[in-house]
């Protein structure tokens, strides 16, 4: 089965074009080194909560939508791979992270073993 890279992180609004050009040039240098399939959410219908939400996790700040996104990759040997030459890859590496569009300190992310597919 799959394996999957998961990511929640807030983003402010007003950086949204920003960030659909990072993600659309990242998703590429992810396809290339053996993703099979990169996806950015932008948030639509994320309700507050009252002891935990999507909004609350990545501490979204007023002006900040929750962006959901993942990677899918035929298994865990791929992905470690493939994660590996893309951070090393010339694409990735002239993004200065000091002006990314978002906070990375915020942002959760990890992998996961896929139960179910239909």
Known sequence: MPYVDGYVLAVPRKNRPEYVKLAEESAVVFKAHGALSVVENWADDVPDGEITSLPMA??????????????????????????????KDPRLQGWDLSKMPFDGKRMIFGGFNTIVEL
């Open 58 to 87: 990545v501490k979204c700040e007023e002006g900040e939508d929750v962006v959901f996104s993942w990677i899918i990759w035929p298994s865990r040997e791929a992905r470690d791979v493939g994660n590996k030459a893309a951070m």
